[in-house]
């Protein structure tokens, strides 16, 4: 959600940004992360008494190539973020469709319970949500949330773990990752290896019982209603200035199972007007 991160790291220059909100789903925070590093990182899952509030962000063809690339599963995994419709309340009054990346629940990157999240990310969450003027009640919910500090000493055996996993694993790794390289298929061979580094280093630390690293914890959705959208609409609009006249009324559609399939990739809302 913080600008910095795509606009600096990844070098994506959305053409409009609008904070909105999705109604019948919940923030999570269940996708296997680098327990002690990053443990966790956050999901999104149907919830029909929740809402999540957030960002929608309008971009190019080649920036949503570039955004799909650098998440989990690189957007050619179907075992890590893929695209999937949702219809989005803008602050603006209005009624967006959008793509949200969602990992699916019977995805084997899935944690067993929701982990606590880095202090780090948390962090990005909290001031991007602030950065784009939020509603306050979803940054206090933010706030609310617990995050866990790196811990220097175990970021140093986790990095001397993903060494030997990396060598220990190396006959069964190289050969894929070549083929994949050699037809040509960079984003799949990232993403194989790094479902396979991630899932293996859980096992580790499942096996010898660090449960100080890896913290089980539920966190609460926030309550549907409870920023009163529908009927505060007019008030957000006066709060949130955007300008309309960036995008055209409708955009192409695309199916999810093309990303899946293809590397080449379109970036897809279709709009709707109140």
């Excluded at 913080?2 to 109604?23: C, N, Q």
């Excluded at 019948?24 to 296997?32: A, E, M, P, V």
């Excluded at 990232?190 to 089980?216: C, D, E, H």
Aim: glycine share 6%; aromatic share 10%.
């Amino acid at each position: 959600m913080y600008p910095s991160i795509l606009t600096g790291r990844r070098k994506i220059h959305p053409i409009e940004s609008i904070p909105g909100v999705l109604e019948g789903w919940q923030l999570t925070f269940d996708l296997r992360g680098i327990p002690a590093v990053e443990p966790c990182f956050g999901n999104i899952k149907e919830n029909p008494d929740s809402e999540i509030h957030g960002v929608l962000h309008k971009m190019t063809e080649s920036d949503f190539k570039r955004l799909l690339a650098t998440e989990g599963g690189s957007g050619v995994d179907a075992n890590g973020y893929i695209p999937y419709k949702v219809n989005v309340h803008a602050y603006d009054g209005r009624l967006i469709e959008a793509y949200a990346l969602v990992v699916r629940q019977i995805s084997p990157s899935i944690l067993y319970h929701h982990a606590v999240p880095s202090a780090r990310y948390i962090g990005l969450l909290r001031n991007g949500a602030t950065h784009f003027k939020i509603h306050p009640l979803y940054i206090e919910y933010l706030q609310s949330l617990p995050s866990i500090e790196r811990n220097k000493p175990i970021m140093l055996l986790v990095i001397i773990e993903v060494l030997l996993l990396t060598a220990l694993l190396s006959p069964y790794w190289i050969p894929i990752v070549i083929y994949y390289v050699c037809t040509k298929r960079i984003l799949q061979a990232r993403a194989f290896f790094f479902t396979l580094m991630i899932v293996n280093l859980w096992r580790v630390y499942r096996l010898f019982g660090y449960k100080s690293v890896i913290q089980p914890y539920y966190s609460a959705p926030f309550p549907l209603g409870s920023t009163n959208f529908k009927e505060n609409t007019a008030a957000f609009r006066t709060e949130v200035q955007t300008d309309e006249q960036t995008l055209p009324d409708t955009v192409p559609n695309i199916p999810s199972e093309s990303i899946l399939s293809s590397p080449s990739v379109v970036t897809t809302a279709q709009r709707k007007n109140d």
